[in-house]
């Protein structure tokens, strides 16, 4: 029985099935699990950005990319990723497409990745090599640019 105390009726599930082809809504469970893995990967690259400052602050480099660099950073997230800013940025950008659950944000961090990789890391990593000759050639050997 209903709250107004009558006789509900049953419903045929031609309805919920009709809608469901209209607009499909993703179960709630699994909307929350995407929500919260990306909001997981998303916390992860927030960290990881915080402790590379930090780190590049306290080695005694700037980190603004449009100052001079006056040393390489060894400690921190440099030990394995020579890039960890731009890592970063571009787990960031995956969190946020797994959390919004679109394909859009994930299709944008690949040319992202691109631009990145080509139209910065690279240059950086020539201003780099000319103005730490093989002090930045021992770092690169031993650090990958990624992962």
Known sequence: ???SGRRSRGHSPCLPLALNW???LPIVAAAMLAGWLGALVFAFALALL???????TRGGSNVPTNRPTTTIVHGGPYRFTRNPIYL????????????FNTLWLL????PFGLVIRYGVVAREEAYLERKFGDAYRCYRSRVRRWL
């Open 22 to 24: 209209l607009m499909p």
């Open 50 to 56: 915080v402790w590379a400052i930090a780190a590049m």
């Open 88 to 99: 970063a940025m571009a787990l960031g950008l995956i969190g946020l497409a797994i959390a």
């Open 107 to 110: 299709l944008v961090s690949v």
């Open 1 to 3: 029985m209903s709250l």
